[in-house]
């Protein structure tokens, strides 16, 4: 038996209501441009919209004009999507809360998740939204996630609750260490002083 191996997120499709308040909310409150446009190619009653997430990945939307916006909270039964979450900069994420309130969007406030910091909103059919930042650079060469399981198993190692900045600092050392060479024969901590 093999697996079918992925390599990351193709793409996210959501079901929205009409047109132009899917371009309003994507483009207009995330900043997601609007990349490409055709009709759903398994139903001619509907539109394919793609937004650019920032990464060059594509979310997209099937829209019909006669779904009416439906303002609830979006399911949360098993199966069901809970949230998605979206990463931001250091520096927007410092205007986040402002921004959101500017526009009266209800939100949680910040979070601070241990390794990242997050603020939830929903969008205007109910999906919860997150915008999120992490606390941490990889190095080079490395992603987040191998910063996070690192982080992880120095969490679990020590008995502590949840990742936080010291594990991410301790597991950023370690990757250093291992991927990068040194003449040094030490590379412990020293004092020059």
């Not at 916006?69 to 900069?89: E, K, L, W, Y």
């Not at 650079?137 to 936080?164: F, K, N, T, Y």
């Not at 950023?172 to 991927?179: A, G, K, N, P, T």
């Amino acid at each position: 038996m093999r697996k079918l191996q992925t390599q990351g997120v193709h793409h996210i499709t959501l079901t929205g209501a009409d047109r132009q308040g899917t371009i309003d909310f994507w483009e207009g409150v995330l900043g997601m441009p609007f990349v490409f446009d055709q009709p759903n190619l398994d139903d001619p009653d509907e539109g394919h919209l793609y937004f650019d997430p920032g990464d060059g990945r594509l979310i997209t939307i099937f829209t019909n004009e006669t779904r009416a916006p439906v303002h609830d909270r979006t399911p949360t039964d098993p199966g069901c999507v809970h949230h998605i979450a979206f990463n931001v900069s250091r520096a927007t994420w410092l205007q986040v809360e402002q921004r959101l309130n500017d526009r009266g969007i209800r939100h949680s406030g910040p979070k601070d998740r241990g390794f990242m910091d997050s603020i939830y909103f929903k969008d205007p059919l109910g999906l919860l939204i997150e915008l999120a930042t992490y606390k941490f650079e990889p190095p080079l060469g490395c992603s987040h996630a191998d910063v996070m399981i690192e982080a992880h198993r120095i969490r679990v190692a020590a008995g502590d609750h949840h990742i936080a900045e010291v594990h991410l600092a301790d597991a950023i050392e370690r990757l250093v260490e291992r991927r990068q060479m040194t003449l040094s024969e030490n590379r412990g901590p020293r004092d020059p002083y």
